[in-house]
């Protein structure tokens, strides 16, 4: 019965206010949580790397460890950027931080020399008062802490799924096609009006893709571009067969790092254990990888309703908060365009939509090249540029923070608000 709601749910889900766990709280917060100074059950990948970073050997077993210390991820960072308060307290492993660092950085060239694909898209983190009320809109930051734990948990996952593979263990693969060619045709047409452009989209690598994201980084327009990328790529699924990934640009790919909070990663550490204590039979597979197609095409579903709750979470939270400020006006900074509508990034990190051709202004849309155009100044804007807007609506029904560029009329002709 555990085992069937877990695949109901196929994950845990992360809303602003709230945990919805996969499995039971008493297992998820306690029994399989790494306590500090505690004997856990666990299953350990243990990795042997070169000077270089390449992967020279790996062991895989069952053990017991016990945890020393409850790091963070604000914690570590603050030690690799040289805070003596902090590396004072963590003394003892102190080295073996550094040695960590060291290797992810090699690792992580690796990847990059690959081809693999590294967004920096900001992501808003929302926090809460006591009353669950929004207290403060921050972005999430990424720091040396949390690409080390990236880049080891990458890693893991890459031994683990090879491992499998050329054994013939059946498993759940972590999957990431190739790129649709339409997309890619309609994304070049899109790149070279900011003059960017894919060579021979008929052999695509994601290197290609990574170097225009680099070149992009910190500009104007980079954000818009990133996203136009991202939105031209397949959606990475589970599936019973290894597919490779093309993100991160690697042959063998799978879940294995949060068997907690994923059914996929189950499943896997239930096949890990088959590998190193049995021998399985040609129907044995069989029978396992018709189910696994099952199993992948389920837990596929539910990740994306994951996914899409955990959007509206954060969006339901910045509606409510921006209810009472409605009126009031804003520096915006032109991030996207779709369809008609224009996004834009307020001071705040919030994200706004201005509805081209709903709105009674003096602003027309320019969808081809990606600008406004004031029709009474003659002025222009397109990506990365700013301007005054005045926060017209909050709508839960929409599920957007709506705003029209700001004229001293402006707010003499807001509509009515929606609650």
């Known amino acids: 019965e555990l085992d069937k709601e877990a695949l109901k749910r196929g994950n845990s889900i992360y809303l602003v206010d709230r945990v919805i766990p996969m499995l039971p709280r008493k297992l998820s917060n306690n029994l399989c949580s790494l306590n500090p100074n505690e004997d856990k059950l666990t299953f350990s990948v243990e990795i042997d790397f070169d000077n270089n970073g390449k992967v020279v050997k790996n062991d895989f077993y069952k053990s017991v460890i016990k945890s020393k210390y409850r790091m963070t991820y604000s914690g570590v960072n603050e030690i690799f950027e040289g805070n003596e308060e902090f590396i004072k307290k963590y003394s003892k492993i102190y080295e073996m931080l550094q040695n960590m660092l060291s290797l992810s950085k090699t690792i992580r060239n690796i990847k990059k020399r690959r081809g693999s694909i590294d967004f920096e898209l900001p992501e808003i983190k929302v926090v809460l008062d006591e009353n669950k009320l929004v207290q403060d809109i921050v972005l999430r930051s990424r720091g040396e802490a949390?690409?080390?734990i990236e880049d080891f948990?990458?890693?893991?996952?890459?031994?683990?799924?090879e491992k499998l593979f050329w054994e013939e263990i059946p498993a759940i693969y972590r999957v990431h096609e190739d790129p649709d060619k339409a997309k890619i045709s309609a994304l070049n047409e899109s790149l070279i009006k900011f003059g960017y452009h894919l060579k021979n989209t008929d052999e695509?690598?994601?290197?290609?893709?990574?170097?225009?994201?680099e070149k992009t980084?910190?500009?104007?327009?980079?954000y818009l571009i990133?996203?136009?990328?991202?939105r031209a790529m397949q959606r990475a699924r589970y599936s019973n067969k290894n597919l490779g990934h093309f993100g991160l640009a690697s042959k063998y790919y799978l879940h294995f790092t949060s068997p907690i909070r994923r059914y996929s990663d189950l499943v896997v550490h239930r096949m890990l254990e088959k590998s190193i204590t049995k021998f399985m039979k040609e129907k044995e597979k069989q029978t396992y990888s018709e189910n696994f197609d099952i199993v992948a095409s389920t837990i596929s579903k539910t990740e994306r309703v994951a996914d899409k709750l955990e959007e509206d979470s954060v969006k339901i939270k910045l509606i409510e908060y921006?209810?009472?400020?409605?009126?009031?006006?804003?520096?915006?900074r032109l991030s996207g365009m779709n369809k008609n509508k224009v996004f834009m990034e307020l001071e705040n990190h919030i994200e706004v939509v201005y509805n081209v051709l709903t709105s009674r202004d003096d602003f027309i849309y320019d969808e081809e090249n990606f600008k406004i155009t004031d029709t009474k100044t003659g002025e222009s804007y397109?990506?990365?540029?700013?301007?005054?807007v005045i926060i017209t609506g909050a709508s839960y029904q929409k599920m957007e923070i709506e705003v029209i560029p700001y004229r001293e009329k402006t707010a003499e002709i807001l509509p009515e608000t929606e609650e």
């Open 146 to 148: 949390e690409r080390l």
């Open 153 to 161: 948990m990458v890693a893991a996952n890459e031994v683990v799924a």
């Open 204 to 213: 695509l690598h994601p290197g290609k893709f990574q170097t225009i994201i």
């Open 217 to 222: 980084t910190g500009l104007p327009e980079g």
């Open 226 to 230: 990133h996203k136009l990328i991202l």
């Open 322 to 332: 921006m209810q009472d400020k409605i009126g009031n006006v804003y520096i915006g």
């Open 382 to 388: 397109t990506m990365g540029n700013t301007l005054k």
